[in-house]
């Protein structure tokens, strides 16, 4: 029958087995942070596409600007060909966002997803650098291209590469041998020592805040001695700032706060405002070395999501109004979480975070998983992340009216509740 066939599609997603995390109802229509499903059923998304929707389902704004873009006959794909849509948007992400923190980088469009930039970077710094390993982090995540798959620690997403890819030495996170711990000396040190076996890598590559590996936060002066380091060793920085940045933390960049000034950014997610692929490599302008043609491809700076991403910063980032929002209602989640974690304290709740980036870290997967589970019933998108899955992460459009946050969080605390 066509239900037994290949062709049936029971998750809704697709019909192979790799998207393991379905939710069991078919979404229609999307605004703001309210998903709809096709029996007319209202959900509070607290994932925005794992922060690929900062600012929200289809703000009205950024939509617009598309609709009128594509009205215009505007140019939408166009290879490296000039347009005034990569213009705009290069001149304003200049203004607004690097002037304004000191920075001065230069753009190299890299395709539609995320881990296109991060092969970008891996190459780039080899090429910059003519060393091969790069330092990466444990429970970082930097995507699942082999490349960027080497440098990702979770051995569950390497296993899918069938032999583990290589290239990079883990060495160990902020806080991963406990809070007071700067496990940069230990870098420190096997870099120096000869015999360590730790050759000096062409670069070092890390999320201020790790998403997938369970919302980690690195502290400012980590942050510091790592630049450091870096500078001593003549070792390129990248900060992965694919899920992290476009105002997650609050500032634009999450790694403002520590005053560091990496040599590459990677950004993507909500780059484009509204859910569009568009990838970004911001790199130091000495590092401008790929001669013509070195590095190309088909789908890099899609013109459509360049207007979108100007819209988006000309609507959020000409005040600093989202800014303090985000400080806030990250106050506000965290708090509110605490409280939650406190009244069920036998079970091992924690939570940490920065900005509206905030775990709920519930110790066992099967009770993240439950939460999660009895959440979605209840009308609340969540999902889980960390090395067991154990972290509910909370990522909530960084413009979601404070009522329906407050929502979401009732939903949440009753899911909890009921669960431990
Ligand atoms: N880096 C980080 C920090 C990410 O969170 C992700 C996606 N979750 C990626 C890279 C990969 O991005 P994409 O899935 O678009 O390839």
């Known amino acids: 029958s066509i239900s037994n066939s290949l062709f049936a599609f029971e998750n809704h997603e697709s019909n192979v087995r790799s998207y393991s995390r379905s939710f069991p109802v078919v979404f229609t229509k999307a605004a703001g942070a309210i998903l709809e499903d096709e029996n007319g059923c209202a959900f509070i998304d607290f994932l925005s596409g794992a922060s690929a929707l900062n600012y929200g389902h289809n703000d009205p704004h950024i939509l617009s600007a598309a609709v009128e873009y594509l009205h215009s006959n505007g140019v939408i794909h166009g290879l490296d060909m000039a347009t005034p849509a990569k213009r705009e948007f290069m001149e304003l992400f200049d203004d607004l966002i690097l002037r304004p923190c000191g920075l001065s980088y230069k753009f190299q469009f890299v395709g539609p ?8 970077a891996l190459k780039l710094a080899r090429k910059v650098t ?15 291209s082999l490349g960027a798959l080497a440098v990702t620690g979770n051995r569950y997403f390497r296993n899918a590469a069938g032999l583990p890819p290589s290239g990079a030495v883990f060495m160990p996170y902020d806080g991963y041998w406990g809070p007071d711990q700067d496990t940069t000396e230990y870098l420190d040190k096997v870099l120096a020592d000869g015999s360590s076996g730790v050759d000096l890598p062409a670069a070092v590559i890390l999320e201020t805040v790790q998403g997938e ?15 450091r380091l870096c500078r001593k060793n003549e070792i390129l920085l990248i900060i992965d700032d694919i899920q992290a940045g476009c105002g997650r933390t609050g500032d634009f960049f999450s790694f403002e706060f520590a005053d560091i ?31 013509p043609g070195e590095h190309s491809g088909t789908f890099r700076g899609n013109n459509l999501a360049l207007v979108t991403a100007t819209a988006a910063l000309r609507k959020y980032w000409t005040n600093e109004k989202l800014s303090k929002g985000v400080v806030e209602t990250g106050c506000i989640l965290r708090e509110r979480l605490q409280e939650v974690a406190q009244s069920n304290r036998n079970s091992n709740i924690t939570v940490r975070g920065r900005g509206m980036m905030v775990g709920l870290d519930c110790s066992t997967g099967k009770l993240a998983g439950e939460i999660v589970r009895k959440a979605f019933e209840d009308g609340l998108v969540v999902e889980r992340c960390g090395a067991e899955d154990q972290v509910i992460k909370l990522l909530p459009p960084l413009t979601i009216e404070r009522q329906i946050l407050q929502r979401g969080l009732d939903i949440l605390e009753k899911s ?5």
Do not use: M
Request: charged fraction near 10%; hydrophobic fraction near 40%.
């Open 261 to 291: 000034s990496p040599d590459i950014v990677l950004l993507s997610k909500s780059l484009s405002g509204c859910g569009l692929p568009l990838s970004l490599l911001l790199l130091k302008p000495e590092f401008d070395v790929w001669q």
């Open 213 to 227: 590996g369970g919302i980690n936060p690195a502290s400012r002066n980590w942050l510091q001695s790592l630049e």
């Open 113 to 120: 997803t995320g881990a296109n930039a991060v092969e970008a």
């Open 130 to 144: 003519g060393r091969h390993s790069v330092v990466s982090f444990t429970n970082g995540y930097h995507g699942v």
């Open 416 to 420: 909890v509740h009921s669960s431990v």
